[in-house]
């Protein structure tokens, strides 16, 4: 087979694989540095077998949160290996010490406009839970409306309630921001690291958790998923809170306890909650059989992992991702490294 002379330019060039299509800004970057850059060309998660087969030689690996990379796919990708690109804030699906043991580079893509967008979304579920948007959502379209009603799906304000954020990094401090400066809440937050410029400029309380549980009308979580959070809400955090109090989460889906949470929603423990990621995803449920699933309460509004999905936050995410690979193929520290 003859070769194009693009194609023959692209020989020699470092090999970049994307595991999926992603929103164009990133690619463009890798090509216009004249990488050899392939796609998995199917809109799926890549089956296994053929990651390890496509990773095959390859400079940089940009995979999604939904690939599993560790050792393995290391191994099936060689000693050219230098660069895992996460095209995600979270990386707890790349395996960071068998990375460091072969000398790989891992980064991700925390880029400003995501934290912005995650924030939006983080207050589209508080909205929608405070003000019932997807039951009075269904109920209108149930055509169930009759006329107005003093006592017709009465919800909550935000205005004037406490929001504990658990996790101040760049999207809890994009959160606190709105819940401040546009919707009158008092922010309390838990972090490892206290914050006193925060403090100061939001009239933030820093609180330990416990603490911070038991006085916050709503409670949002933005913090990484590693084995100290698995499970960091279960059923004594539930104890802890406010039987009036939601729980938001946008982070990961196993920093809740799935089954301490359908017990929490079952005997009102908790007022509901605003789930954008899952313990079981993709199943928005762990048991498939069980009668009390999360989708089956009216008080819980469900998203399926698309707090980051808009056009500027995607697309900022790929030109990061780009940029990542471009930085330590050229021999540089990536913008963004992964870091826990
Ligand atoms: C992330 O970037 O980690 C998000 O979960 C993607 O939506």
Known sequence: MRLAISDMQAKGMPKIFITRQIPDAGI??????????????????????????????????????????????MDAAGKKLKIIANYAVGFDNVDLEAAKKRGIIVANTPAPEVSETVA???????????????????????????????????????????????GLGRIGAAVAKRAVKGFGMQVVYSDPRKNPDFEKEFNARYLPLAKLLAVSDFVSLHVPLLPSTRHLISTAEFALMKKTAYLVNTARGPIVDEKALLRALRTGRVAGAGLDVFECEPAIDCDLTDKLALKKFANVVLTPHTASATIEARQAMSKLAAENIIAVLSGKKPLTPAKV
Do not use: C
């Open 28 to 73: 463009k970057l890798l090509k216009k540095a004249g990488y050899n850059v392939s796609i998995y060309p199917k809109d799926e998660i890549i089956p296994r077998k053929e990651l390890r087969r496509a990773v095959k030689g390859v400079d940089a690996l940009l995979p999604l949160l939904t690939d599993r990379i560790d050792g393995e796919v």
């Open 120 to 166: 939006e979304h983080t207050f589209a579920l508080m909205i929608a839970l405070a003000h019932r948007i997807a039951e009075s959502d269904a109920y209108a379209r149930a055509g169930k409306y009759q006329g107005w009603g003093p006592l017709l799906l009465l919800g909550v304000d935000l205005y004037g309630k406490t929001l504990g954020i658990v």
